[in-house]
């Protein structure tokens, strides 16, 4: 079956640090993947996206790599500050309803702790 | 960016009560979403609506109704509250631009 799923639940870094969040996806028909961050409390906040037809996208400290060969997505950010506490989601879309983005598969999450 | 609002942030109901949980986008987007999310389950589609009156079936739909009277108001409705439905419980919509932005949440508990 189709899955989306984070190599680490949990990860701890010192501030200053570059971090890595990894993310397996199963589909591979998915075209379009996203980055998700959620804070304590709050809704998802959409970090940055890739489309299958790249396999590097950066945005402000945040670089998304997808490696189609071995359906793999990573998230790297630098430079992390506390700020960057969070769980951080990624997500697949395989196209299911209509081509709607929403129809996306999210990962469990892993929860990105910054050590001061 | 666009912005998602849920009226309800925390709500606590018994079991048998009807519930409706309301979320406003302040743009004019087409597609509407409504997830649930779990300790372990992640995300969940409920139901996700393409334009007025329209509503098509996520992946748990069961449950749960939903209604898309206006272009920036989609609810979610539980007929009949359960315990399994405590849960937190997100709007989305999606803009041209092809990215999923979300509400705060409403987090959802039945006594």
């Known amino acids: 079956g189709e899955s989306v799923g984070l190599h680490l639940p949990t990860l701890s870094v010192q501030e200053g640090d570059n971090s890595i969040i990894n993310c397996a996806y199963s589909n591979s028909a998915s075209d379009y993947f996203i980055w998700y961050k959620q804070e304590s409390g709050k809704g998802p906040q959409f970090i940055i996206d890739i489309r299958s037809n790249m396999d590097k996208r950066q945005g402000q400290r945040v670089t998304v790599l997808l490696n189609k060969t071995v359906k793999h997505l990573s998230l790297q950010i630098a430079a992390t500050q506390p700020g960057d506490s969070a769980v951080y989601f990624c997500?697949?879309?395989?196209?299911?309803?209509?081509?709607?983005?929403?129809?996306?598969?999210f990962g469990k999450g892993t929860k990105l702790s910054v050590k001061p | 960016d666009v912005k998602v609002t849920q009226s309800s942030r925390y709500l606590v109901k018994r079991t048998g009560e009807k519930v409706f949980l309301e979320c406003v986008q302040d743009?004019?987007?087409?597609?509407m979403f409504w997830y649930r999310q779990d300790p372990g389950l992640g995300l969940r589609l409920i139901y996700f609506s393409y334009d007025v009156k329209m509503k098509e079936k996520g992946d748990i739909p069961e449950g749960y109704s939903v209604s898309r009277e206006k272009k920036e108001r989609f609810s979610l409705i539980l007929e009949s509250a359960s315990t399994n439905q405590t849960s937190m419980y997100l709007c989305a919509v999606i803009p041209n631009t092809g990215e999923l932005f979300f509400g705060e949440g409403s987090r959802l508990t039945v006594l």
């Open positions: 997500a697949e879309s395989p196209g299911h309803y209509g081509g709607s983005q929403g129809n996306l598969i």
């Open positions: 743009m004019d987007h087409e597609n």
